[in-house]
């Protein structure tokens, strides 16, 4: 945060802070996975946003669209020699994945870098898909940034269903090399980050053939551009899909082969390999490890939800502590908006949402480590498992996030709509994540398979893994008794999970006896396995967020340890009252205990207001990264916004020349 002299701060937001009653920095230790963790990322924002500081001098907003991606790439330079000069240095590789690094890209870019699935996925999908050999040949140049690269998989037919992609990959082994080719307009290349203008190499996610059999599809690594004067290769047909909703700085591209010859190498070949003579040989033990850039990014997306979602508590929060609006009681002063139980219902299920995502999100990745090592072993028994985890983490996390950073900005009424409170682009770029890196419904029906096949397991008393194993209850006909306990309550959230999922079953079981097809069964299915998905995913996010906050306050100060359990009591409160009607129909609540919990509510909002301020200063944004002018640490909400509107491309001049040229003419009858 940017903390300026004491005067300068807004008065309220100045009370606010005294009210605090827990030691903000043991939360932000907390948040950052360790205090190590956030010194590094501390130090990794010292170097770089003195930088970042001063590398606009017109705000992005007001730029053009070639403009704004033109300056887009000049920032994506200046960062990315910092990263490769200075903050790798502080943290080795691993910095790649860092909270430093991903904070620090924000205060560079308002909207996203054309380099970011470079990063984001090129780089990734070299160190997962290749041999040692190729890492070797490929990693360096595209960690020296001398080689661009981008992720092409989806097409403009195809983007869910890959099994549907069309462009092919087709051996020849007279010249040892692989000919891409795009035999129709819906197998181009669609959407791929950083693809348009700015990518030299590409991963393309192709159907292989190699002697006249088709192996389904592979990725391979092709350069499109020559690397000095940057012009597609003849054979490649590039260019930008047009303007976006956001991402409009991400070069989002489309791309098209015409009997494009590759080298054989050039086959990502850790999974399965094409021999010189063209023998196919498959090396991966298991089916979708192609597949497992995507697992990896869905794993990462949680966190990414979390991060965006407390960006957007924080302005919000800050805010409703400066803004005083209406007169409840006659003859006295107006009361902030964070004082309206209204506005903290609103508002504080965002701070403990962002919490509930990070905390899980900390908890996959670490099953994600423990799945790859695994992996390594050649063990792949857990894979079915983290796909199923990490599907439909990634779907509700950026769901939830999406919804309430929404949320947030109608809780800053017109303000909010202002792009310089930061929240209109925050949303239009995290609504992209329920999208991308696999569909918000495809994904939880992914998760539903395993569930179906779990419940089957538990009818049949076979051992069920961790994240499944309350389904031993429910098939053992256990009834859930409710009770408002934290304990209580992920029991009767399990109840709900299990009571759908066993209906889900019921159903395709019923339709199958009755001469439906599995495959029908499946699809009449769907609307209750998605809903049996998400209860599931809700339950197993409680229950991490609980065990996370458990453990990590048992040596934390006993202040900390009450506001990090009130909020997660918060958590369980709010979707036990949202899913009322589930909690009817699956355990044994009734009216008087809704009751009862409404009542709970509302003294957890009363309990958490005096520490409201306090809990989203321990996310530690730096005002340099929130961009916001509603957000910023100082609280100086209405010069900001004063100044902002001064900055307007409308407001250089007093009289317009539309004036002279429309206006005045008609208005004398002259147009
Ligand atoms: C640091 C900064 C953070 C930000 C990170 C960068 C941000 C980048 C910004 C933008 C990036 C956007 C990039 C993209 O969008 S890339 C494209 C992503 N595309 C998708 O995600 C497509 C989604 N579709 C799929 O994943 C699959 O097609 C599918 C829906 C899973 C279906 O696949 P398929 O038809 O092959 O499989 P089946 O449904 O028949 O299932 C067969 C069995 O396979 C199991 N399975 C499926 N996938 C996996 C997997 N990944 N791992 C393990 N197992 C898998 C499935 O469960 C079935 O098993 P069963 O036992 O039930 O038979
Ligand atoms: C900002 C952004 C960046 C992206 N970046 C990349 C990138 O770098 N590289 C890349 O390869 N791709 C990228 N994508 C593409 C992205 O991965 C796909 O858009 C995404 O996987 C969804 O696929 P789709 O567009 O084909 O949607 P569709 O599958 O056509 O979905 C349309 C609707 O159909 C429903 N639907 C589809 N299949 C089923 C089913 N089996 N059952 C029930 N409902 C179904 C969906 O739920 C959805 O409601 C990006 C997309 C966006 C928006």
């Keep these: 945060m940017t903390k300026g002299t004491q005067a300068d701060v807004n008065p309220d937001l100045k009370k606010e802070r005294l009210k605090c009653n827990f030691n903000i920095q043991e939360v932000t230790f907390i948040i950052d996975g360790g205090k190590d963790k956030t010194l590094q990322r501390k130090k990794i924002e010292d170097v770089a946003l003195n930088i970042a500081a001063s590398i606009d001098e017109v705000?992005?907003?007001?730029?053009?669209?070639?403009?704004?991606?033109?300056?887009?790439?000049?920032?994506?330079?200046?960062?990315?020699?910092?990263?490769?000069?200075?903050?790798?240095?502080?943290?080795?590789?691993?910095?790649l994945g860092s909270p430093g690094l991903r904070r620090t890209a924000d205060a560079f870019f308002k909207d996203v870098s054309p380099f970011m699935l470079h990063l984001g996925m090129f780089v990734p999908t070299i160190i997962g898909q290749c041999t040692p050999?190729?890492?070797?040949?490929?990693?360096?140049?595209?960690?020296?940034?001398?080689?661009?690269?981008?992720y092409a998989q989806t097409e403009l037919g195809h983007g869910t269903f890959i099994r549907g992609l069309e462009t092919t990959a087709t051996y020849d082994p007279a010249t040892?090399?692989?000919?891409?080719?795009?035999?129709?307009?819906?197998?181009?290349?669609?959407?791929?980050?950083?693809?348009?203008?700015?990518?030299?190499?590409?991963?393309?996610?192709?159907?292989?053939?190699?002697?006249?059999?088709?192996?389904?599809?592979?990725?391979?690594?092709?350069?499109?551009?020559?690397?000095?004067?940057?012009?597609?290769?003849?054979?490649?047909?590039?260019?930008?899909?047009?303007?976006?909703?956001?991402?409009?700085?991400?070069?989002?591209?489309?791309?098209?082969?015409?009997?494009?010859?590759?080298?054989r190498e050039n086959m990502?070949?850790?999974?399965?390999?094409?021999?010189?003579?063209?023998?196919?040989?498959?090396?991966?033990?298991?089916?979708?490890?192609?597949?497992?850039?995507?697992?990896?990014?869905?794993?990462?997306?949680?966190?990414?939800?979390?991060?965006?979602?407390?960006?957007?508590?924080?302005?919000?929060?800050?805010y409703s502590a400066v803004r005083r609006q209406s007169q409840p009681k006659p003859?006295?002063?107006?009361?902030?908006?964070?004082?309206?139980?209204?506005?903290?219902?609103?508002?504080?299920?965002?701070?403990?949402?962002?919490?509930?995502?990070?905390?899980?999100?900390?908890?996959?990745?670490?099953?994600?480590?423990?799945?790859?090592?695994?992996?390594?072993?050649?063990?792949?028994?857990?894979?079915?498992e983290l796909h199923a985890l990490s599907s439909c983490l990634k779907a509700v996390s950026t769901s939830d996030s999406a919804a309430l950073i929404e949320q947030c900005r109608f809780a800053c009424g017109g303000h909010g709509y202002m792009l310089s409170s930061n929240l209109p682009l925050l949303y239009s770029f995290v609504t992209a994540t329920r999208t991308y890196e696999g569909d918000y419904t495809v994904l939880l029906l992914q998760t539903a398979r395993?569930?179906?096949?779990?419940?089957?397991?538990?009818?049949?008393?076979?051992?069920?893994?961790?994240?499944?194993?309350?389904?031993?209850?429910?098939?053992?006909?256990?009834?859930?008794?409710?009770?408002?306990?934290v304990d209580g309550m992920i029991r009767s959230f399990q109840a709900v999970a299990a009571g759908k999922i066993a209906a889900c079953a019921e159903n395709i079981k019923r339709l199958t006896k009755t001469g439906t097809s599995l495959e029908d069964a499946w699809q009449l299915s769907t609307v209750r396995l998605v809903a049996a998905s998400?209860?599931?995913?809700?339950a197993m996010i409680c229950q991490a967020y609980w065990h996370e906050v458990t453990r990590l306050t048992a040596s934390c100060s006993a202040s900390v340890k009450i506001?990090?359990?009130?909020?997660?009591?918060?958590?369980?409160?709010?979707?036990?009252l949202e899913t009322t009607g589930d909690l009817l129909r699956y355990s044994t609540i009734c009216e008087s205990e809704l009751n009862k919990l409404q009542l709970k509510y509302e003294e957890l909002l009363a309990l958490i207001r005096p520490n409201a301020v306090g809990l989203v200063d321990a996310f530690d944004f730096r005002d340099e990264i929130l961009h916001s002018t509603l957000g910023a640490y100082d609280g100086r909400v209405y010069e900001r916004l004063m100044e902002e509107a001064l900055k307007s491309p409308l407001n250089e001049t007093s009289v317009q020349s539309s004036f002279h040229k429309y206006i005045r003419p008609l208005a004398k009858g002259k147009l």
């Design 534 to 538: 998400e209860a599931h995913c809700r």
């Design 331 to 384: 003859g006295e002063p107006e009361p902030q908006i964070l004082d309206y139980p209204t506005q903290q219902h609103k508002l504080f299920i965002c701070i403990a949402t962002a919490h509930a995502l990070q905390l899980t999100g900390l908890w996959l990745w670490r099953t994600f480590e423990a799945v790859l090592a695994d992996m390594r072993k050649g063990d792949t028994d857990s894979l079915p």
């Design 268 to 318: 990502m070949m850790k999974n399965a390999k094409v021999m010189k003579d063209g023998t196919y040989v498959k090396v991966a033990r298991h089916e979708k490890l192609t597949y497992g850039t995507m697992v990896f990014v869905r794993v990462t997306l949680v966190m990414e939800a979390a991060f965006n979602l407390a960006k957007a508590a924080t302005i919000a929060v800050r």
């Design 133 to 150: 050999e190729q890492q070797a040949h490929w990693l360096p140049k595209a960690l020296e940034m001398q080689i661009i690269g981008a």
């Design 450 to 485: 395993f569930l179906v096949k779990a419940w089957e397991q538990a009818e049949s008393g076979k051992v069920l893994t961790p994240t499944v194993a309350y389904l031993a209850c429910a098939a053992a006909k256990e009834k859930v008794v409710w009770s408002d306990s």
């Design 176 to 263: 040892e090399e692989f000919v891409l080719h795009s035999p129709t307009l819906t197998s181009t290349k669609w959407w791929a980050g950083g693809l348009g203008n700015t990518a030299n190499h590409c991963i393309v996610v192709a159907q292989l053939y190699t002697k006249g059999q088709c192996h389904g599809t592979h990725p391979f690594i092709v350069p499109i551009r020559d690397l000095d004067t940057h012009e597609p290769f003849p054979g490649v047909k590039v260019g930008d899909v047009g303007i976006r909703m956001g991402f409009n700085t991400a070069d989002n591209g489309f791309l098209r082969f015409n009997q494009y010859r590759i080298p």
């Design 563 to 576: 506001v990090m359990e009130q909020l997660a009591t918060l958590y369980l409160v709010y979707w036990a």
């Design 59 to 95: 705000p992005e907003e007001c730029l053009n669209l070639k403009e704004r991606y033109d300056n887009a790439v000049r920032k994506s330079c200046v960062y990315s020699n910092i990263v490769k000069n200075e903050l790798l240095e502080i943290t080795g590789l691993e910095a």
